[in-house]
């Protein structure tokens, strides 16, 4: 088993950089971050996100992740029988959650399912 792993990446010529890092905590819980350099980029700066998974049970988990742009993201899967799954997700942008005009654009909620034969 792997208890962790990182990973360096240069792209676009060498442009972008990128870098991440995966750690299985135990059993149940899985981290990891990444950050993101583009040397082209007109805003400057690096993009960093973290996040995190956690295993309720054998058939449920939940997961979060947070950028430095402030959107938080969370979601939920759940086993519903073999073959079945559901997840609810929700993004927030926490820079504008007082922002009555951002509206849809700032925050994000879905669903999805998935049926395996």
């Known amino acids: ?8 990446h ?3 010529n060498l442009s972008t950089f990128s870098a991440s890092y995966y750690h299985k905590v135990s059993k149940d819980v ?7 350099y583009d040397t082209k980029s007109t805003t ?5 996100e ?3 998974k956690v295993y309720l049970d054998n058939t449920a988990a939940v997961k979060l992740k947070v ?6 993201a969370a979601s939920y899967t759940q086993a519903l029988r073999p073959g079945v799954k559901a997840t609810f997700g929700l ?3 926490t820079q504008r ?12 909620v879905g669903a999805s399912f998935v049926f395996n034969s």
């Not at 088993?1 to 360096?8: E, F, G, N, Q, S």
């Not at 400057?44 to 960093?48: E, H, P, T």
């Not at 950028?67 to 938080?72: S, T």
């Open 1 to 8: 088993m792997v208890d962790y792993a990182v990973t360096i």
């Open 10 to 12: 240069g792209l676009g």
């Open 30 to 36: 899985e981290a990891g971050a990444k950050a993101v």
């Open 44 to 48: 400057g700066g690096v993009a960093l």
């Open 50 to 52: 973290v996040g995190s």
């Open 67 to 72: 950028n430095n742009a402030g959107i938080l």
């Open 91 to 93: 993004a927030l942008d």
């Open 97 to 108: 959650l007082n922002d009555a005009s951002a509206g849809a654009a700032a925050h994000k």
